[in-house]
């Protein structure tokens, strides 16, 4: 009885030594005089990381934040914290909220429970994702949010991860706290100049502390680089480098146990092949048209794939079974310089930490790599030799487990013809349009298991074309050719396309269609261009009368320009041509911006270089 009491004492003790310290922590904290640009103010954020000897870990996370407006209310009200429920449990501490009068709002039972994540739900084979949701009661302007929670972690790898110190919130006091075996050596970065690091120890282990006081603000623009280049990231790892994971992890896809009629698949397959590359294609094209690739979380899963012979007859799996079934199907062929590969995120590509620091989460896909090519098998929308993207920083499981920069063929994206003929106002336009890689898969995700007359609808509303009417097509040439550009024709008819002022006569072209936003007059963050440009028009404009002296045309706006724009070694352009040959007017468009980030001292020549490319006067031809 008296072992009750003291429990229940020392319970109520540091219940009010916590209550003393919320009490302070909430004392003075500014509100949107200082933060007008705000939702919320993190005012005391604090995060411990304990890892063990045998690398499972705890995550313990306490905040206090303090609510602007409604828009901190939308976002901080609902509180999602995910867990990968195959290798982690999540633990509660005492969370609540606090209102204007500093009266203390408890959580309802019923307002805390579990449920998958969306894509689990979507993908339960292959992910174990949950869902813990804490929904606050009455979160108005000036309430404070208490949050504290552990997730415990026994999956026994080698601990990474990146802890950001800057968010669109201002953190007035933001801890991370790292304690692990001396043992162990820990690879990390921060920024000196912004982050406070303390060293210390406590027996057996090092304590790493990383400290931001009132750091600035985050401001969210379109097109802005992600945290891990433009915000003030704590990245932190147990692996010595890239090397080091490549070969933990890309080693359990080799020398895999192989059934014996899946070898004979891959030599019937290929028994009629010409060469390697044909044997590459037959395999490739047997995977997109009889297996369907299952969502996982490449950064989540352990290496080991499911024993091909169960991949082989249930027709499905994740990147990682997949990928393990078509190199064996590659081997089976006598292709035996395959090698899985993983591709690490291409929107962080240009960060030094990304090169350096080998994090698990940076990890993005698994596929296949093969004489400089990338394959995601089992994808029937994704072209032979295309993993979805262009350039990217990848691991090879090789003999060495490389890490090298990957750059894909710099081939025209998009490439449109337009063949008009004009009879009196009117025009009818025959369009070839031609995609290769991202462009090609898009299309074919949209279309290819369309109804004809569904794809005919959403093709016609996709064109954007207002003023014209689809009247044929459109036929999709080769979609059961995966590996070669996706084609597309159609016609379209235009009743007032030609419009006449005598002695002039004008019409407007298609305008190229990307998507890069330089509305902003100036930014605080650089701009990085995600995806590259490559785009060409080709305008063959007829008229359906004979010309001589009398009405022979003149082209009034006849020019042969390029403007360019130079970002480290690379040039991004767009060039202009438009002549009058044999009385049939010709116009050539050609427009490429690599991926890059511009640096916001150079976004005012940046955005003037888009403006130049979107002047509405170059898709206007002027005749008389």
Same mark, same amino acid.
Request: contains cysteine; negative net charge.
């Given at each position: 009885?008296?072992?009750?009491?003291?429990?229940?004492?020392?319970?109520? /003790?540091?219940?009010?030594?916590?209550?003393?310290?919320?009490?302070?922590?909430?004392? !003075?904290?500014?509100? =949107?005089?200082?933060?007008?640009?705000? !939702?919320?103010?993190?005012?005391?954020?604090?995060?411990?990381?304990?890892?063990?000897?045998?690398?499972?870990?705890?995550?313990?996370? /306490?905040?206090?934040?303090?609510?602007?407006?409604?828009?901190? #209310?939308?976002?901080?009200?609902?509180?999602?914290?995910?867990?990968?429920?195959?290798?982690?449990?999540?633990?509660?501490?005492?969370?609540?909220?606090?209102?204007?009068?500093?009266?203390?709002?408890?959580?309802?039972?019923?307002?805390?429970? @579990?449920?998958? @994540?969306?894509?689990?739900?979507?993908?339960?084979?292959?992910?174990?994702?949950?869902?813990?949701?804490?929904?606050?009661?009455?979160?108005?302007?000036?309430?404070?949010?208490?949050?504290?929670?552990?997730?415990?972690?026994?999956?026994?790898?080698?601990?990474?991860?990146?802890?950001?110190? *800057?968010?669109?919130?201002?953190?007035?006091?933001?801890?991370?706290?790292?304690?692990?075996?001396?043992?162990?050596?820990?690879?990390?970065?921060? @920024?000196?100049?912004?982050?406070?690091?303390?060293? #210390?120890?406590?027996?057996?282990?090092?304590?790493?502390?990383?400290?931001?006081?009132?750091?600035?603000?985050?401001?969210?623009?379109?097109?802005?680089?992600?945290?891990?280049?433009?915000?003030?990231?704590?990245?932190?790892?147990?692996?010595?480098?890239?090397?080091?994971?490549?070969?933990?992890?890309?080693?359990?896809?080799?020398?895999?146990?192989?059934?014996?009629?899946?070898?004979?698949?891959?030599?019937?397959?290929?028994?009629?092949?010409?060469?390697?590359?044909?044997?590459?294609?037959?395999?490739?094209?047997?995977?997109?048209? $009889?297996?369907?690739?299952?969502?996982?979380?490449? !950064?989540?899963?352990?290496?080991?794939?499911?024993?091909?012979?169960?991949?082989?007859?249930?027709?499905?799996?994740?990147? *990682?079974?997949?990928?393990?079934?078509?190199?064996?199907?590659?081997?089976?062929?006598?292709?035996?310089?395959?090698?899985?590969?993983?591709?690490?995120?291409?929107?962080?590509?240009?960060?030094?930490?990304?090169?350096?620091?080998?994090?698990?989460?940076?990890?993005?896909?698994?596929?296949?790599?093969?004489?400089?090519?990338?394959?995601?098998?089992?994808?029937?929308?994704?072209?032979?030799?295309?993993?979805?993207?262009?350039?990217?920083?990848?691991?090879?499981?090789?003999?060495?487990?490389?890490?090298?920069?990957?750059?894909?063929?710099?081939?025209?994206?998009?490439?449109?013809?337009?063949?008009?003929?004009? !009879?009196?106002?009117?025009?009818?336009?025959?369009?070839?349009?031609?995609?290769?890689?991202?462009? =090609?898969?898009?299309?074919?995700?949209?279309?290819?298991?369309?109804?004809?007359?569904?794809?005919?609808?959403?093709?016609?509303?996709?064109?954007?074309?207002?003023?014209?009417?689809?009247?044929?097509?459109?036929?999709?040439?080769?979609?059961?050719?995966?590996?070669?550009?996706?084609?597309?024709?159609?016609?379209?008819?235009?009743?007032?396309?030609?419009?006449?002022?005598?002695?002039?006569?004008?019409?407007?072209?298609?305008?190229?269609?990307?998507?890069?936003?330089?509305?902003?007059?100036?930014?605080?963050?650089?701009?990085?261009?995600?995806?590259?440009?490559?785009?060409?028009?080709?305008?063959?404009?007829?008229?359906?009368?004979?010309?001589?002296?009398?009405?022979?045309?003149?082209?009034? $706006?006849?020019?042969? @320009?390029?403007?360019?724009?130079?970002?480290?070694?690379?040039?991004?352009? /767009?060039?202009?041509?438009?002549?009058?040959?044999?009385?049939?007017?010709?116009?050539?468009?050609?427009?490429?911006?690599?991926?890059?980030?511009?640096?916001?001292?150079?976004?005012?020549?940046?955005?003037?270089?888009?403006?130049?490319?979107?002047?509405?006067?170059? =898709?206007?031809?002027?005749?008389?």
């Amino acid at each position: 009885m008296t072992r009750k009491i003291f429990i229940l004492l020392l319970l109520a /003790f540091c219940l009010n030594i916590f209550a003393d310290k919320i009490d302070d922590v909430i004392k !003075s904290v500014p509100g =949107n005089d200082k933060y007008p640009n705000a !939702s919320a103010i993190n005012v005391l954020t604090e995060i411990d990381l304990e890892v063990e000897d045998d690398f499972s870990y705890t995550y313990h996370v /306490f905040y206090v934040k303090k609510i602007l407006n409604y828009k901190g #209310s939308r976002r901080y009200s609902d509180v999602k914290i995910s867990y990968n429920a195959d290798f982690e449990q999540i633990e509660l501490g005492h969370c609540f909220s606090i209102d204007t009068e500093g009266n203390r709002i408890e959580i309802p039972e019923n307002q805390i429970y @579990d449920m998958n @994540d969306t894509e689990s739900i979507q993908s339960p084979d292959y992910k174990n994702f949950r869902e813990k949701i804490i929904n606050f009661p009455k979160i108005e302007p000036g309430y404070f949010v208490v949050l504290d929670y552990t997730i415990s972690n026994n999956r026994c790898e080698p601990v990474s991860g990146v802890e950001h110190l *800057r968010e669109s919130n201002p953190y007035l006091t933001k801890t991370f706290t790292l304690k692990f075996p001396k043992d162990k050596a820990l690879n990390s970065f921060y @920024d000196k100049e912004i982050v406070t690091f303390t060293r #210390s120890s406590e027996g057996n282990d090092n304590i790493y502390s990383w400290q931001v006081i009132d750091a600035k603000i985050y401001k969210e623009e379109d097109n802005s680089p992600s945290l891990l280049i433009s915000g003030t990231p704590i990245v932190y790892s147990f692996y010595k480098d890239w090397h080091e994971l490549a070969s933990y992890k890309l080693a359990k896809l080799k020398n895999i146990e192989v059934d014996p009629e899946i070898s004979e698949m891959g030599k019937s397959l290929t028994k009629d092949c010409q060469n390697d590359n044909e044997k590459v294609l037959a395999i490739y094209k047997f995977m997109a048209e $009889n297996f369907n690739e299952k969502e996982a979380y490449t !950064s989540q899963f352990d290496f080991t794939p499911e024993p091909l012979t169960e991949v082989w007859q249930k027709k499905f799996g994740s990147e *990682r079974e997949l990928t393990a079934l078509f190199i064996a199907l590659l081997n089976s062929a006598g292709i035996a310089d395959a090698y899985p590969a993983i591709i690490l995120s291409s929107n962080n590509k240009f960060s030094e930490i990304q090169k350096k620091y080998a994090v698990t989460d940076f990890m993005d896909k698994l596929c296949v790599y093969w004489h400089d090519q990338l394959f995601s098998a089992g994808n029937s929308y994704m072209p032979f030799a295309y993993a979805n993207i262009s350039e990217a920083n990848i691991l090879i499981g090789n003999d060495n487990y490389e890490f090298i920069k990957f750059s894909g063929k710099n081939s025209v994206i998009e490439n449109q013809v337009y063949n008009y003929n004009i !009879s009196g106002t009117s025009a009818v336009v025959d369009v070839k349009s031609t995609y290769s890689a991202g462009k =090609n898969k898009e299309k074919r995700e949209w279309y290819l298991n369309m109804p004809d007359a569904q794809r005919k609808i959403w093709f016609n509303r996709s064109l954007g074309v207002r003023s014209a009417s689809l009247i044929e097509g459109p036929e999709f040439l080769n979609f059961d050719k995966i590996d070669e550009d996706l084609e597309i024709t159609y016609t379209l008819e235009y009743e007032d396309f030609l419009v006449n002022q005598p002695p002039y006569k004008y019409c407007k072209l298609i305008a190229a269609d990307f998507s890069l936003d330089v509305s902003l007059d100036d930014r605080e963050n650089d701009y990085q261009v995600k995806d590259k440009i490559f785009l060409k028009q080709k305008f063959n404009i007829e008229f359906d009368m004979k010309m001589n002296e009398e009405n022979k045309i003149l082209l009034l $706006n006849e020019t042969q @320009d390029i403007i360019e724009f130079k970002i480290n070694d690379k040039t991004a352009y /767009f060039k202009l041509e438009a002549k009058l040959a044999d009385s049939k007017i010709i116009v050539n468009k050609e427009i490429y911006i690599p991926e890059c980030i511009i640096p916001n001292s150079r976004y005012q020549e940046f955005k003037q270089f888009i403006l130049s490319i979107q002047n509405p006067i170059d =898709n206007m031809v002027f005749m008389k």
